[in-house]
């Protein structure tokens, strides 16, 4: 704590502004994609003959987990992640007179572009899992993949937000406890264990079989290809551009979203590059 006493508070808030630019916007992908597919996965399993009473219930608790987050992101009163008022006067001057849930929505906006580019690779590794469970002789196979699947989304947003946080330790010569107090809420670690309950309630037998080693390797890569995806700049750019354009109303005028356009612009061809 003692790097961060030392630096001036006008470099430190400096810093921890571009900090939260780099997690919003990874997150902003990954965890809002994160949710359509939670969603979809979901919506899937109401067929399933398990699908009643207590694993109900926990499925509603997971996504209750996640909006928990959300509500903290959007209204806790420290650590204000989304409160309009706070943004650097650069920044503010961009947008119109909008509220702090106005803000939010613009955010979780990131996470379509990202969903829609990456479908073909969740359906990709929901197919690994169906073709596992089928080997294994597991009964209802295609909806429960999509759970599986799903769980491993949320994993990997989990890996990608402890990714993003120890870039902002490396960037900003910050310590963990003092970057992880400012961002946890981002991180979807406390969604992760409420889903796989609700995935083993669903059915059990997910828990009880063992993968064979080229299963395993097999769905590996499928994560490692997702993960790249996500991760890939120019799809966190994408994204940004296709919300900024699908978010027009919330800039001051048409001149600062058409500025913010070109900025992104710029950024993506900056990394076209020097991919």
């Known amino acids: 704590m003692n790097i961060v006493k030392k630096r001036s508070m006008e470099q430190l808030s400096l810093d921890m502004a571009n900090a939260s630019a780099l997690v919003k916007l990874t997150c902003g992908v990954t965890n809002n994609a994160t949710w359509l597919i939670m969603g979809n996965a979901h919506d899937a399993i109401k067929s399933h003959p398990r699908y009643k009473h207590e694993v109900k219930r926990l499925f509603k608790q997971a996504f209750e987990e996640f909006k928990k987050n959300e509500r903290t992101l959007l209204y806790s009163r420290e650590n204000r992640m989304f409160h309009v008022a706070d943004m650097l006067p650069e920044e503010r001057k961009r947008y119109g007179d909008i509220t702090d849930a106005q803000y939010f929505e613009y955010w979780q906006g990131l996470g379509t572009k990202a969903y829609m580019e990456s479908k073909k690779w969740v359906s990709s590794l929901e197919n ?26 949320i994993e990997l947003s989990c890996s990608m937000y402890d990714d993003v946080i120890a870039t902002c330790i490396s960037n900003y010569n910050v310590p963990y406890k003092f970057i992880n107090g400012l961002f946890k809420p981002f991180s979807l670690r406390n969604v992760s264990p409420v889903w796989y309950k609700a995935m083993c309630a669903l059915d059990p037998s997910v828990e009880a079989y063992m993968l064979e080693d080229d299963e395993e390797k097999n769905i590996e890569l499928g994560i490692i290809q997702l993960q790249e995806v996500w991760g890939n700049p120019q799809l966190m750019y994408d994204s940004m551009l ?12 048409k001149g600062e979203n058409k500025k913010s356009q070109k900025e992104i612009r710029e950024m993506i061809k900056y990394v076209e590059k020097y991919d």
């Open 242 to 253: 296709d919300t900024v354009k699908d978010f027009e109303d919330i800039f001051r005028t």
């Open 128 to 153: 690994k899992y169906r073709l596992s469970l089928d080997r294994h002789g597991v009964q209802n196979s295609l909806p429960l993949s999509k759970v599986m699947a799903a769980q491993a989304c």
